[in-house]
């Protein structure tokens, strides 16, 4: 082997175990959210750069919105994978505020073209409306356990 393709065949092992660490350090941390609020709904935003709506999955689960982004990596004709940077299994999770009260089942999940996951779920003004009627010593109304939202693109 000559110096040159040692050289090169090194090289290429450095990036693709520098790629791979990338990736994997991807799929440990959390994807970075966004938690909006007005006065009829809440709004969770992720970026999911490359992600098509059947790669994604959301859910609801005691106050606490989690996403699941399985991405595949399209291999290009005529190009050589040199540095695997992209992680190809995210998660992502945010919660909402200890006094939220949704209705998960109305809400909806966009994926919009440039890879932005935007979830919008509902307060849930019948809720609302059943606890200021009860006194304040009654429990409060409480929320389904899990819901998963489909997502639309």
């Given at each position: 082997?000559?110096?040159?393709?040692?050289?090169?065949?090194?090289?290429?092992?450095?990036?693709?175990?520098?790629?791979?660490?990338?990736?994997?350090?991807?799929?440990?941390?959390?994807?970075?959210?966004?938690?909006?609020?007005?006065?009829?709904?809440?709004?969770?935003?992720?970026?999911?750069?490359?992600?098509?709506?059947?790669d994604v999955q959301v859910r609801y689960l005691e106050g606490n919105v989690k996403i699941r982004i399985e991405r595949f990596r399209q291999f290009r004709?005529?190009?050589?994978?040199?540095?695997?940077?992209?992680?190809?299994?995210?998660?992502?999770?945010?919660?909402?505020?200890?006094?939220?009260?949704?209705?998960?089942?109305?809400?909806?999940?966009?994926?919009?073209?440039?890879?932005?996951?935007?979830?919008?779920?509902?307060?849930?003004?019948?809720?609302?409306?059943?606890?200021?009627?009860?006194d304040a010593d009654s429990e409060p109304a409480s929320t389904p356990e899990a819901d998963e939202i489909a997502v639309d693109d």
């Amino acid at each position: 082997m000559s110096p040159s393709n040692l050289r090169k065949s090194i090289g290429n092992a450095l990036y693709r175990q520098v790629g791979r660490a990338n990736g994997r350090v991807q799929q440990h941390r959390s994807l970075p959210v966004d938690v909006l609020e007005n006065e009829t709904s809440y709004q969770v935003v992720f970026d999911a750069p490359g992600a098509e709506p059947d790669d994604v999955q959301v859910r609801y689960l005691e106050g606490n919105v989690k996403i699941r982004i399985e991405r595949f990596r399209q291999f290009r004709d005529g190009y050589e994978m040199r540095f695997p940077g992209r992680g190809m299994e995210l998660d992502g999770e945010a919660e909402l505020p200890n006094d939220a009260v949704v209705d998960p089942d109305a809400g909806e999940a966009t994926l919009t073209e440039t890879g932005t996951l935007r979830i919008d779920i509902p307060k849930d003004s019948s809720i609302e409306t059943e606890e200021s009627e009860h006194d304040a010593d009654s429990e409060p109304a409480s929320t389904p356990e899990a819901d998963e939202i489909a997502v639309d693109d």
